[in-house]
């Protein structure tokens, strides 16, 4: 009878073991499994603290990326043309046979379709290779070159003796080379091509005239000196001449260029001469051209 109740009470322990359910202290409380030290019990606060506040991290941050303003749509067009340069400016012109020549170049703002040419000889102050020595001289250039003259319609070319010659008839090849070259690139009228000029210039307006008769609709010789040959009258009979002297020009002597005027008058030619009454030599191209003649029209074929 003992061991059926020793069976029994091993039968109820194993089956309360199995129902989960731990067997009653003798004191009627529930036993507790004793917590190690390494483990704390996890309580609602605590999970809920975990979960609103996470762990800090550094934020993260990025560049701002570069932004260009996109370009506005335009129209197609043609890349601009520089205007050439007007007024009296050095220029290099390249001749035949691939020489060149330095001279300045007078180019008018508003040449029109068929422009003329106004070719001025220096004198003898203005011989060299510096071309400033040309407008430093006074005279015409000068008076171009700041404006006294106005706006001009035609072309000029002021051309420089080199100092190694002695006068414009001895550059007379690369002087016509010269005019040439102007009248093809910029189409110059060649019905109305002047030469003016003053002293040892207004000379060689005399002598390159003569030696190319009718190729100049006009010329326009200042304090020049010429001799008065059968061959020279006949040269230049029919080419319009405006000749001018100073009365009390001790340099040149006026009776040359009167002397002459009257042989072409005399030959039918047209020709006239003004002999300013007082004047020296170096006083006759301010009186010429700037005073009332009309000579810078009269050589613009006005």
Request: aromatic share 6%.
């Amino acid at each position: 009878m003992r061991k059926f109740q020793i069976l029994l009470l091993a039968l109820l322990i194993v089956l309360s073991g199995c129902s989960g359910r731990s067997e009653p202290s003798p004191s009627g409380t529930e036993m507790v499994p004793p917590v190690s030290e390494t483990e704390v019990p996890q309580t609602e606060s605590t999970a809920q603290t975990q979960l609103t506040e996470p762990e800090a991290t550094a934020p993260e941050t990025t560049a701002p990326s570069a932004t260009f303003p996109e370009p506005e749509p335009t129209e197609a067009t043609q890349p601009s043309v520089p205007e050439p340069a007007t007024g009296l400016q050095q220029v290099t012109l390249t001749l035949s046979h691939g020489r060149t020549a330095d001279c300045w170049l007078y180019v008018p703002e508003a040449p029109g379709a068929n422009p003329g040419l106004i070719v001025y000889l220096h004198g003898g102050s203005g011989k060299g290779d510096d071309l400033n020595l040309i407008t430093e001289a006074g005279g015409f250039p000068k008076y171009l070159q700041s404006g006294q003259l106005g706006a001009l319609s035609s072309y000029v070319l002021i051309p420089q003796l080199p100092q190694s010659l002695k006068g414009w008839s001895d550059m007379d090849n690369g002087l016509m080379d010269m005019i040439r070259t102007v009248v093809r690139t910029y189409g110059i009228d060649t019905a109305n091509i002047s030469l003016t000029g003053h002293s040892m210039g207004g000379t060689g307006v005399w002598s390159i005239a003569a030696a190319h008769p009718g190729f100049f609709a006009r010329i326009a010789p200042l304090s020049g000196s010429i001799r008065n040959p059968p061959e020279n009258v006949q040269a230049l009979k029919d080419t319009p001449v405006y000749a001018f002297v100073g009365t009390e020009d001790t340099i040149v002597k006026p009776e040359s260029s009167i002397a002459f005027v009257d042989a072409l008058t005399a030959a039918g030619g047209t020709a006239q001469i003004a002999e300013i009454e007082g004047a020296d030599h170096f006083a006759v191209p301010e009186c010429a051209y700037l005073g009332d003649y009309g000579l810078v029209e009269w050589l613009e074929g006005m």
